[in-house]
T-cell receptor
Framework: AQTVTQSQPEMSVQEAETVTLSCTYD???????LFWYKQPPSRQMILVIR??????QNATENRFSVNFQKAAKSFSLKISDSQLGDTAMYFC????????????FGAGTILRVKS | DVKVTQSSRYLVKRTGEKVFLECVQD?????MFWYRQDPGLGLRLIYF???????EKGDIPEGYSVSREKKERFSLILESASTNQTSMYLC?????????????FGPGTRLTVT
């Protein structure tokens, strides 16, 4: 069974600074996807960024980027120029593509951006 | 924009009651999911559905059942609510042929069983 581990329950960062959230996963599969989802306080969960395992290039979406280390099974999220609106719970998630569209989530990291 | 709605944001029920949580999506997605979210555990999959009248158990199906009579609606049923089912429940949907992997989530229902 696949597992996803987020070892940082809570983090904080000053506005405009950079923060990195960690995620490791365990799988014996080769065809999979990794995701970071964001859940703002009292708001709906939304997708932040996605990485396909067969792509070596790290995904980037504006201020959000990932460091995907396939051999180490590591998938960290870097947020540059942090903004107050980045305050949220962040979930790392894994999808084993041949087994449908089910997601396996980590426990989450609460990120607080301070002004 | 895809919209996933859930029937209630907050719900309080008594032990032993039958509870229905409704989820509706407006984008004709084939796949729908029910998760529960608990602190320190993240989201765990309860049940999912590939299409109308098709369902499969997730990782924690005990004490729950589901119904999908129409494509846009996926219901989670707690046959006899218990206090350990107090949790946040999230519904999600996905178009398998769409932007790969992106699940769209509803706002969640915070259920308290007393």
């Amino acid at each position: 069974a696949q597992t996803v581990t987020q070892s940082q329950p809570e983090m904080s960062v000053q506005e405009a600074e950079t923060v990195t959230l960690s995620c490791t996963y365990d799988t014996s599969e080769n065809n999979y996807y990794l995701f970071w989802y964001k859940q703002p306080p009292s708001r709906q969960m939304i997708l932040v960024i996605r990485q396909e395992a067969y792509k070596q290039q790290n995904a980037t979406e504006n201020r959000f980027s990932v460091n995907f280390q396939k051999a180490a099974k590591s998938f960290s999220l870097k947020i540059s120029d942090s903004q107050l609106g980045d305050t949220a719970m962040y979930f790392c998630a894994f999808m084993n593509r041949p087994y449908g569209n089910k997601l396996v989530f980590g426990a989450g990291t609460i990120l607080r951006v301070k002004s | 924009d895809v919209k996933v709605t859930q029937s209630s944001r907050y719900l309080v029920k008594r032990t032993g009651e039958k509870v229905f949580l409704e989820c509706v999506q407006d984008m004709d997605h084939e796949n729908m999911f029910w998760y529960r979210q608990d602190p320190g555990l993240g989201l765990r999959l309860i049940y999912f559905s590939y299409d109308v009248k098709m369902k499969e158990k997730g990782d924690i199906p005990e004490g729950y059942s589901v119904s999908r009579e129409k494509k846009e609606r996926f219901s989670l049923i707690l046959e006899s609510a218990s206090t350990n089912q107090t949790s946040m429940y999230l519904c999600a949907s996905i178009n398998p042929a769409g932007r790969m992997g992106e699940q769209y989530f509803g706002p969640g229902t915070r259920l308290t069983v007393t």
